[in-house]
């Protein structure tokens, strides 16, 4: 019995000894590093990363001492905090079978990686992952993480990668390969000087929620992409979020931002800072699913095509700045994927839609750009292409503010109808107008705010900034109709109509005047019902040029006169008004458009007379009639030689009596005519050097003390008398001082 007690208290010993917490992990460590030591948790070496990371009981530090390696994945256990220091040193796989797990590390609870040192998870099948993250918190600071597969996946935890490297190295079957991979419920942020490399792709969102900020860098042949998880557009899908307010995502090959129209409805992605780029053979951002796309802020976006929206609402503000750079297309946008053509933004209508498995909710496509600056270095700023592919998509572009800037001959805005002509309308508001095109379920609409112009010919409506640039299709050679709009005030004073096929429409309150430029026929201008007008040319024989002659009240006048020239028209029909037109030796005269002229140069004047008639909303003007030339003479001033003066000026005098050369006179030096003596008085003059006129004065007499003397008075006796007194001084001094010396 009592051998009995003696065992029981034994294994009662042991199994207390056994439940202490770290115990029995710290009798696997040493104070003393070894050879075969890989990690240190306060002052105690470990031999296996696992059984350092299985020391620490709740939050602690494992910093590597050596290069590890694995033959299996290392578990981070939820309620365990480790931060791991890489120290330098190299965690990779022995190559073997690794416990058929995919990863180096798995974290269930919070990993910090510091240090410098490199996760390597790139020989063999197994491990592909550096970082699975399972619903725990994984902090990169620092260091180097490559894998083939995935560099961090983080599957539903949360992700801050403030610094380091992540990188993948191959293609993986399951096309899920990605410097970082985010699925459904994970929270993702890449900030600091982090450095993401994909493969294929940097990141790859399957239900994540992903923020990019500060200096982070992204680069792969794509950059981001956004998807659902699962993969097929339900409702209970969880769906990809992206928030970019810096940072900059560089895509090599492909799109740097873009999802898929059967993967990524209701996706979305808010950029208001950083900068996505690709290169000019492919679009910066591709936008084919149902989802909301803004880019505000200072965000910049560049590519082939700056952004190709093919379903969703897209929305361009702020300060942003989009810019398409390569060649410039107008063939029909590609199917299945996105080809760049040199606009900032292309949006495909009515191409996406037509079966429930591409959305959600709505196949609608909306486009909404109130500022920002849209540049087409080759091609338009905006181009919309209306396939007509489905009737199932109504698409909405709205151009409402911002810079629009094109190619030489491109537009600001160029809707493309694929099967047949848009529909036009002029819209007119209070404060702005504004032009429509519309055909099918596509419309455009276009704010003078954004455009002062636009052309619509042959089924395309072209919008211009710059009306000048709306004007170049008003061309002598247009053979088919070409309606040019001007919606908005402009520095364009004047246009000449140059084609009976050209329309021109200004809208309310646009004052531009329209003349013709084809021999024999004339301006014809309609009021319309909205107050806009519209002008075309109609043969000149609806009213016939005036008659013109000039009356001049004289032809010769001196300078400083007036000649009144009279235009003096007539008309076979009654009714009629003139507008006239003055000209100086064959050079329109500005600002003179009355039918009196007060000439005051010479030369030979004439007088364009266009004749107006106007039968309830419609105005007819004939064409110019040119009167003869009538000689008029302004005899110049003549001043001659002669000068004219008073007590303080001189001048020059014509015959008219206008003056020349007023100025002050300029006076010599005063010189003495008389000299002064003490009875007489003496005098002295100075003369005007350009004019001659003379000033003259009076010296007075020396017997005067008030006046100041004017010539030499010392008496020759006194002067005499002085030097005889200073002799005999002189002489008595020399005396006296010869005595003393006696």
Same mark, same amino acid.
């Given at each position: ?254 799109? %740097?931002?873009? #999802?898929?129209?059967?993967? /990524? ?5 808010? +950029? *208001?800072? &950083? =900068? !996505? @780029?690709? $290169? ?73 839609? %037509?079966?429930? #498995?591409?959305?959600?909710? /709505? ?5 909404? +750009? *109130?500022? &920002? =600056? !849209? @540049?087409? $270095? ?365």
């Amino acid at each position: 019995m009592k051998r009995l007690k003696k065992i029981f208290s034994v294994v009662l010993c042991l199994a207390m000894v056994l439940s202490l917490p770290g115990v029995a992990a710290a009798q696997s460590g040493s104070t003393v590093q070894t050879e075969s030591s890989v990690a240190c948790v306060d002052g105690t070496y470990y031999d296996t990363l696992s059984e350092a990371i299985k020391a620490i009981d709740g939050e602690g530090t494992v910093e590597l001492v050596a290069d590890v390696k694995l033959n299996t994945r290392v578990l981070i256990s939820q309620g365990k905090s480790i931060t791991l220091d890489m120290n330098g040193y190299t965690v990779k796989s022995d190559g073997g079978f690794f416990g058929g797990y995919s990863m180096l590390f798995e974290n269930r609870g919070t990993l910090t990686v510091t240090g410098q040192g490199t996760m390597d998870a790139t020989e063999g099948s197994n491990p592909f992952i550096g970082i699975e993250n399972k619903s725990g918190q994984v902090t990169v600071v620092s260091g180097d993480i490559v894998a083939s597969g995935n560099g961090i996946r983080n599957i539903s935890g949360t992700l801050n990668v403030l610094g380091g490297t992540i990188t993948n190295t191959e293609t993986a079957s399951n096309e899920e390969d990605s410097a970082v991979y985010t699925g459904a419920g994970s929270i993702t942020t890449i900030s600091g000087n982090a450095r993401l490399t994909g493969y294929n792709t940097a990141v790859r969102s399957n239900g994540g929620d992903i923020t990019i900020s500060e200096d982070a860098y992204l680069t792969g042949k794509f950059g981001i992409m956004l998807f659902n998880s699962p993969g097929e557009n339900t409702a209970d899908a969880s769906h990809s979020h992206l928030t970019m307010t810096g940072g900059t995502v560089e895509a090599t090959y492909g799109f %740097a931002l873009s #999802g898929n129209n059967l993967m /990524s409805a209701m996706c979305s992605a808010e +950029i *208001t800072g &950083g =900068t !996505l @780029t690709s $290169t000019a053979e492919s679009t910066g951002i591709y936008w084919p699913m149902e989802g909301e796309l803004t880019i505000g802020g200072k965000a910049v976006v560049e590519g082939g095509t700056g952004i190709e929206a093919k379903m969703g609402t897209i929305t361009i503000k702020d300060s942003a700045t989009v810019t398409g750079t390569g060649e410039y297309l107008e063939g029909i946008p590609e199917g299945g994927g996105s080809q760049a053509e040199g606009s900032a933004v292309l949006a495909s209508a009515q191409m996406y839609g %037509a079966s429930e #498995g591409q959305y959600i909710n /709505s196949p609608d496509l909306t486009v909404n +750009i *109130t500022s &920002g =600056t !849209l @540049t087409g $270095t080759n091609g338009n700023a905006v181009t919309v292409y209306n396939t007509e592919d489905t009737e199932e998509q109504t698409a909405q572009i709205n151009v409402t503010g911002g810079e629009l800037i094109a190619a030489d001959n491109k537009a600001g805005v160029k809707v493309i109808a694929e099967k047949g002509a848009n529909e036009t309308q002029l819209v007119q508001g209070t404060e702005d107008n504004s032009f429509v095109a519309s055909r099918s379920k596509t419309k455009v609409t276009v704010s003078s705010d954004a455009a002062l112009a636009a052309v619509d010919s042959n089924g395309q409506v072209s919008y211009y900034a710059d009306v000048n640039d709306a004007l170049n299709a008003n061309e002598a050679a247009a053979a088919d109709p070409v309606n040019i709009y001007v919606l908005g005030d402009s520095q364009v004073d004047s246009e000449a109509l140059k084609n009976q096929n050209v329309k021109l429409t200004t809208a309310k309150g646009v004052e531009l005047d329209v003349n013709s430029d084809v021999d024999g026929m004339i301006v014809k201008e309609t009021v319309n019902a909205d107050g806009s007008k519209t002008y075309e040319l109609v043969s000149g024989s609806e009213l016939a040029a005036p008659e013109v002659t000039v009356a001049a009240d004289k032809t010769s006048v001196h300078a400083g006169e007036t000649i009144t020239l009279t235009a003096v028209a007539d008309h076979e029909e009654q009714g009629v008004t003139y507008s006239y037109a003055w000209y100086k030796d064959g050079i329109l005269i500005a600002g003179e458009s009355t039918k009196t002229l007060k000439v005051t140069e010479s030369g030979i004047y004439t007088v364009k007379v266009t004749a107006i008639k106007t039968d309830g909303d419609v105005t007819l003007t004939s064409e110019a009639a040119e009167s003869a030339g009538t000689a008029c003479t302004v005899e110049p001033h003549q001043y001659g030689d002669q000068w004219k003066n008073d007590e303080e000026d001189h001048w020059q005098e014509c015959q008219c009596g206008e003056k020349a050369n007023l100025a002050a006179h300029e006076f010599g030096q005063w010189v003495v005519t008389k000299e002064a003596t003490a009875s007489e008085q003496g005098s002295r003059e100075k003369v005007c050097q350009v004019c001659g006129y003379t000033v003259t004065e009076t010296i007075p007499a020396t017997g005067s003390d008030d006046v100041p003397k004017t010539s030499d008075e010392n008496n020759i006796i006194l002067w005499a008398a002085m030097m005889i007194v200073s002799s005999a001084a002189c002489a008595g001094m020399m005396a006296k001082r010869r005595k003393s010396e006696k």
